[in-house]
């Protein structure tokens, strides 16, 4: 099938997604085009900031959302509603007890002091919406409106600001935030002229007519489009001022998924505050996007399950090519079918020309991280390796089970679609691959329910490879085979071959390496995994035209570059006389039979790291072996008597400064280093 008839074929199962100016012309929030996808979750734009009827329903249904935070009930079609549900009496009655006793402190006085900042500091301040919801309860309202209009006008102007009271709820358009902006700068007086130009919150924010002379201010979701509003004419221009730079205080986003469950991408403008109580210091992923621990004000997010998240912003600074960027690995993310073992996306934000993923934050940090522990350690400092043994193996199935799935994303796709038989090889498709498996890439997140309390593995990093590395893979090899460009640890023998192409079993490839580095780690500690990666680097290719070896490179083949740009790849020898090593190493004598580490390096060994990719294992029935692995450790979770998950590891025995030279292959003390 040609690449040009699968893109086509694919659009279909695309979301649609519009990038257009932060707030276009036109029906607000624009209305979304939804179309069958691959996976449960996909994305809708908002650009309201989630304080409207996207995520904040008045459908009182069973929604599991709604339920995690209860303030999102109280918000109706646009409007609060202090009078319906449980708690409203509660409310009403703090807000009585705070003007008695603070009856010397004026609202906006009590509004700053409500607001929050993000550590560590210094920071914009920012009102959470609880506080918002507290300030403009209707009493409230009316009381502060009193003090600067009539008893009958501050009664008319209560119902602009909170909605028209009905029997049911207060319902209809308000204009709460409004409200307290005009508070925050003290000037309440100018409510009235905005209700002459029929000023509302779904109006906010205001922009600048022009950004240089910042003098006129326009809103283009409202009637006036973009002409300068009336009710600011003759107004000083530091009132003017004040009014924009308040607004943001009182816009920060409401972070969730939108009422069909869906990711939601948020378009917001460069001033936004974001509802972060604390943010963490910025941590460089290669040179594609950098990485920052955020916690989230818990009226401002949905997912109460997590205290923390990973906020993954891409650090291309051309706009069309980082826009780019982001839909390429939006579009990775939001494929995935939800699994437990697949790195969860929680939203997306558009910041003027920055793009940024928000996901989970793993606690555990990343494999290679993890792998700094020793396994004693990891299992409170028991002498038995069995429970450790049984969760790597389930993980190591899990991790299978996650990369299939995504590999599956595609192929389930042209089933559906009749366009290739269940039998069909689709190898040579380039979707549904992952690209970039390694341990920095695979995540520990808590799960004190997993025996032995350590955690789950998630597989993570969607989309960026496939745009960074996959764009160069798909090209003629000897394109950049004469530079001296190493190649990334885990690439596959596949991707030296100047007729090959990058496939799903290069993805196997990289997870054979690196369940060979666990077990590694397993079996001989932390020092040991450094010593692999020597051993490996110490074997290197040979250049047989110019009669000598290449740069070093820590990889799992080596490579015989040929006349007529022939090249021959071998599992490196270092890698096969370690895993015989480890084999050896968990058996105390000749007649011991096999256990999980015999026959863990074994498969790694004889089907996985097989340089023909035809010969090597494909996923599924990889998938299929490690299954075999996972049952028995169930099966004997309440035997630790059982020898197969009881080899005698060093890792878990008093430390040894042999052990590690003992381990070391010889090749990688032969190999000359002749140029």
Known sequence: M???????????YRTERRLKEIYSEGDFPPNRVRRPSDASVVSSRVDNYNYGINLVRGNRSASLQQQQNPNWDKFIGGAFSPDDGPGCAEVGLQDLQLDNEDSDTTMDEQIHEAMQSTEPGPSRPWLPFGDLQRFTHRTRVNKELQGVFSEADAARLTDYVCGVETDSHTGGETSQRIFVILVLIRRLEALSAMVEDGLRDKDLPFE????????????PKSRFARNPLPCFNGKRIGLVREFYENQWKIFSPIIGLDEHE???????????????????????????????KVEIHSDHHSFPEHKAFALKTL???????????????????????????????CATFKIGNEYSFLTPWAEGGNLKQFWTKSPKEVQKNSNHSHTLLRWMAEQCHALAAALQSIHEVRVKALIRAKRISPDEETDKDIFGIHGDIKPENILLFDNRNTPPGIGILKIADFGLTEFHRLTSRTRPVHHFLDG?????TYDAPDLVQPTNFYSRKADVWALGCV????LTWVVLGPAAVSDYRTARAYERDW??????YRWMEDKFFVAQYGEESKVETLLKKSVEEWLKTLDDLTRTSPNDGPNFVTEFSKLLKDRVLVCDREERISCEDLLAELSRFASKAEESRSNDLDPYW??????????????????????????????
């Not at 990711?263 to 950098?290: C, D, N, Q």
């Not at 001296?484 to 990334?488: A, I, T």
């Not at 080899?647 to 990688?668: D, G």
């Open 2 to 12: 040609a690449t040009s008839d699968v893109d086509a074929f694919l659009s279909v």
């Open 208 to 219: 600048w007519l022009d950004r240089v002379s910042r003098k006129k201010l326009i809103s």
């Open 315 to 345: 650090l291309e600074k051309d706009p069309a090519q980082a826009q780019q960027e982001f839909d390429q690995e939006l579009k990775a993310l939001t494929k995935m079918e939800p699994g437990d073992h697949i790195l969860k996306l």
């Open 262 to 292: 869906e990711v939601t991408t948020f378009h917001l403008a460069e001033e936004v505050i974001m509802p972060w109580t604390s943010i963490g210091a910025e941590r460089k992923e290669g040179g594609y996007s950098m990485v920052r």
């Open 646 to 675: 009881g080899p005698r590891l060093p890792s878990f025995c008093e430390a040894s400064p042999e052990v590690s030279e003992a381990v070391i292959p010889e090749i990688a003390r032969r190999v000359t280093f002749d140029d």
């Open 515 to 518: 369940f060979s580095e666990f």
């Open 484 to 488: 001296r460009h190493p190649g990334p």
């Open 543 to 548: 250049d047989d035209v110019k009669k000598k």
